[in-house]
């Protein structure tokens, strides 16, 4: 099992700022980004309520090409930020 050190931590964050920037032109909001241990069965998830919130499984720390696959899923998770918070405001 690997936990996330604090750089681990302040990686992902900078790397939201990063993916925000280049792909969504700084459009996205400055949600919380985290890892988790609980993920399971997936690699990442974005929770609209009770706030906003991207969790990325901490299993991917343990992989060899780590950062790929967690920017990978960070950005798969970001464009549901940008389809549910940008694009469709007033979805459900």
């Given at each position: 099992k690997m936990k996330?050190?604090?750089e681990d931590v302040e990686k992902l964050i900078t790397l939201f700022a990063e993916l925000n920037a280049v792909f969504f032109e700084a459009a996205l909001p400055m949600i919380e980004v985290r890892f988790s241990g609980r993920l399971k069965t997936t690699g990442g998830q974005y929770f609209r309520r009770p706030r906003k919130l991207i969790q990325i499984s901490s299993r991917y720390l343990a992989l060899e090409n780590a950062?790929?696959?967690i920017r990978d899923t960070l950005?798969?998770?970001?464009?549901h930020v940008f389809q549910y918070d940008i694009a469709s405001p007033n979805a459900a």
């Open positions: 996330p050190t604090r950062w790929e696959e950005g798969h998770e970001m464009v």
